[in-house]
C-alpha cells in the first residue's frame, strides 16, 4: 500500500471521528462529556496549528499542550469519577510517553506520528464514545426505577 494513501486515510478517518464523537457527545452526553469533548475539541483543533510553530515530529507547543490537556482529563477525573475518564488518562500518559521514546533511534517518525494519533485522537474519541453510551445506560436505569409513593 502507498504510505501516502494510508496517511491520507488516517488523517481523514480522524476528523471525520473527530466530528461525530463531538455531535454525539454535544446530542447525547451529560455535563462530563461535554466537557471531556471541549477537551478533546481543543487538542484537535489546537495541535495542526501548533505543529506549524514545531515543524514535523515531537514539538515543545504540542506536547505542552498535551500535558495540559492530560491536566484537564486528570481534573476532570478527580471531579467526575467516571471511568472512562480514568481511563481516558491512562491514554494520554501513553501518548506523552510516545514524546519521550522518540529519541531512540529505532522508534521512526512514522511510528511516532501512528501512535501519537492513536493515543491522543482515536483512544480519546472511543472513550468517549464509551462514555456518551454510559451517561445513557444510567439515564435508562433512572427512568426505569419505580418513584416512591
Not at 464523537?21 to 478533546?40: D, H, Q
Not at 512514522?110 to 492513536?118: I, M, N, Q, S
Not at 453510551?133 to 426505577?145: E, F, G
Request: with cysteine; net charge positive.
Amino acid at each position: 500500500m502507498d504510505w501516502y494513501l494510508a496517511h491520507v486515510i488516517w488523517v481523514n478517518a480522524g476528523w471525520l471521528t473527530f466530528v461525530a464523537c463531538m455531535v454525539l457527545a454535544i446530542w447525547k452526553g451529560g455535563p462530563t462529556e461535554k466537557r471531556g469533548a471541549a477537551l478533546i475539541a481543543t487538542g484537535c483543533l489546537l495541535s495542526p496549528v501548533l505543529t506549524r510553530f514545531d515543524g514535523p515530529g515531537p514539538g515543545l507547543y504540542v506536547q505542552a499542550l498535551d500535558t495540559l490537556l492530560t491536566l484537564g482529563f486528570v481534573a476532570l477525573a478527580l471531579q467526575s469519577r467516571r471511568l472512562w475518564v480514568f481511563v481516558i488518562c491512562m491514554c494520554s500518559l501513553n501518548g506523552l510517553i510516545t514524546y519521550f521514546v522518540t529519541g531512540y533511534e529505532a522508534f521512526s517518525m512514522y511510528a511516532f506520528v501512528t501512535a501519537t494519533g492513536f493515543w491522543l485522537g482515536y483512544a480519546w474519541q472511543l472513550c468517549l464514545i464509551f462514555g456518551v453510551i454510559d451517561y445513557q445506560r444510567t439515564l435508562r436505569r433512572q427512568s426505569d426505577t419505580p418513584k416512591p409513593a
